[in-house]
Nanobody, 117 residues
């Protein structure tokens, strides 16, 4: 069992920045990867960014060049730095423990990000 605590969401104007944090109750290097997903009302939850335990990263096309995922293994924390935010980025953002393959991972409780003027 892994518990995830997310923070950093909020209301920001278009063009602004936010940094999300996700702290795990166990060492994140034990996992295949850590992911950030997001879900808007009426839409399917989508993968935003991933960071593997060896440091590789992967991003959705819609956020490339604007979002950066990083990890602090000593703090068991993953971050999502979001810059140049647009209204379409409005969603609940979820942290996810990726165990690899078909294994079911773990989800955080989600943090709301709203981009609006």
């Amino acid at each position: 069992q892994v518990e995830l605590v997310e923070s950093g969401g909020g209301l920001v104007q278009p063009g602004g920045s936010l940094k999300l944090s996700c702290t795990a109750s166990r060492s994140i290097v034990d996992f295949y990867a850590m992911d950030w997903y997001r879900q808007s009302p009426g839409k399917v939850r989508e993968l935003v960014a991933q960071i593997g335990n060896s440091g590789w990263t992967n991003y959705a096309d819609s956020v490339k060049g604007r979002f950066t995922i990083s990890g602090d293994n000593a703090e068991n924390t993953v971050y999502l730095q979001m810059n140049s935010l647009i209204p379409e980025d409005t969603a609940v953002y979820y942290c996810h423990v990726n165990l690899g393959g078909l294994r079911v991972g773990y989800w955080g409780q989600g943090t709301q990000v709203t981009v609006s003027s």
